[in-house]
């Protein structure tokens, strides 16, 4: 079955303790991207990979890094979290970028991590 | 005020009738998506059009574009209690090489109640 998987689904940290949130696709996708989902502001864009070693920055970079050293796997890493990153974070992919009707973007499960 | 902007923020109909959503954008695109999410869920992908087309129809959806006014309309004919859930328009521009490719912006979402 094709899909995008993220772990864990659930997360409750404290501020400072250094954490991942994995995100694997098993589509061949070239297109991988992370996002977070906060009341009011809709999806905003942290980081995308067009392909293996190869990121960038969305709306909100700051606070969080990531690397792309396979192609199926695009992970979301908060070195220092901050009660500001308290947030839902859907990790995504898609063949080229989602921007045709035969190239749509596939959505993981989301993440709710609490930051205390 | 964001790119994407849905309006109504929430539409409480029922069952039966049809539900229309807007969404008003700001910046030049080359395609507008629109999502559906369930609470706390994934988003799932319902229907991309491009800029140079009008309307676009999938089963029970009707997309509409604008471009000279910038604005998308979603409409749901017959709507089902199981249509409730977040609706979101997404504006893409896909410029190869540059640092917007594959970008999505999304709006903050309708929020469309089907009573039985």
């Known amino acids: 079955e094709a899909q995008v998987t993220q772990n864990p689904r659930y997360l409750i940290t404290v501020t400072g303790k250094k954490l991942t949130v994995t995100c694997s696709q098993n589509?061949?996708?070239?297109?991988m991207s992370w996002y977070r989902q906060d009341p009011g502001l809709g999806l905003r864009q942290i980081y995308y990979?067009?392909?293996?070693?190869?990121?960038d920055k969305g709306d909100v970079p700051e606070g969080y890094k990531v690397s792309r050293k396979e192609k199926r796997n695009f992970p979301l890493i908060l070195e220092s979290p901050s009660p500001n990153q308290t947030s839902l974070y859907f990790c995504?992919?898609?063949?080229?970028?989602?921007?045709?009707?035969?190239?749509?973007?596939?959505f993981g499960p989301g993440t709710r991590l609490t930051v205390l | 005020s964001q790119q994407g902007e849905e309006d109504p923020q929430a539409l409480s109909i029922q069952e039966g009738e049809n539900a229309t959503m807007n969404c008003s954008y700001k910046?030049?695109?080359?395609?507008l998506q629109w999502y559906r999410q369930n609470s706390g869920r994934g988003l799932v992908h319902l229907i991309l059009?491009?800029?140079?087309?009008r309307e676009k129809h999938s089963g029970r959806l009707r997309v509409t574009l604008d471009t000279s006014k910038k604005s998308s309309s979603l409409l749901i004919t017959a709507s089902r209690a199981a249509d409730t859930a977040s609706y979101f328009c997404?504006?893409?521009?896909?410029?190869?090489?540059?640092?917007?490719?594959?970008?999505?912006?999304f709006g903050q979402g309708t929020i469309l109640t089907v009573h039985p």
């Open positions: 995504a992919s898609s063949l080229w970028g989602g921007q045709t009707s035969t190239d749509t973007q596939y």
């Open positions: 589509m061949n996708h070239e297109y």
């Open positions: 990979s067009m392909n293996v070693e190869v990121t």
């Open positions: 910046t030049s695109i080359n395609n």
């Open positions: 059009i491009r800029s140079n087309e």
């Open positions: 997404a504006t893409g521009k896909a410029n190869a090489g540059g640092t917007s490719y594959g970008k999505l912006t």
